[in-house]
């Protein structure tokens, strides 16, 4: 089993900059994909950034590409996102996520794919 603890949420004003961590236990995470998701009030939750724990490839949704940052510290099993230039819209609850993709190096941006979650971090972004 894989443990997930969030944190580095709060509220900012648009323009403003956050980092979220995502601290992991419980395995090796080198055959692992870790996620970001983010659900805004009643909305689905979505996908907005991935990274490949074995090489460090990443992979982000259009409307965040350019702004925010995903990393991976593998001496502290910890994945980080970097929020910058941030917008009301981006106003959610975020979740780390982790999956294994069925080919070490493959991006997973699915939902479905992820198998493991943090129990989430609340980000406010006022105009």
């Known amino acids: 089993q894989v443990q997930l603890v969030e944190s580095g949420g709060g509220l900012v004003q648009a323009g403003g900059s956050l980092r979220l961590s995502c601290a992991a236990s419980?395995?090796?995470?080198?055959?692992?994909?870790m996620g970001w998701f983010r659900q805004a009030p009643g909305k689905e939750r979505e996908f907005v950034a991935t990274i490949n724990w074995y090489d460090g490839d990443t992979y982000y949704r259009d409307s965040v590409r350019g702004r925010f940052t995903i990393s991976r510290d593998t001496a502290k099993n910890t994945v980080y996102l970097q929020m910058n230039s941030l917008k009301p819209e981006d106003t959610a609850v975020y979740y780390c996520?982790?999956?294994?993709?069925?080919?070490?190096?493959?991006?997973?941006?699915?939902?479905?794919?992820?198998?493991?979650w943090g129990q989430g971090t609340q980000v406010t972004v006022s105009s």
């Open positions: 996520a982790a999956g294994q993709p069925q080919r070490r190096g493959d991006m997973i941006i699915l939902e479905v794919e992820y198998d493991h």
């Open positions: 419980g395995r090796t995470l080198t055959s692992y994909g």
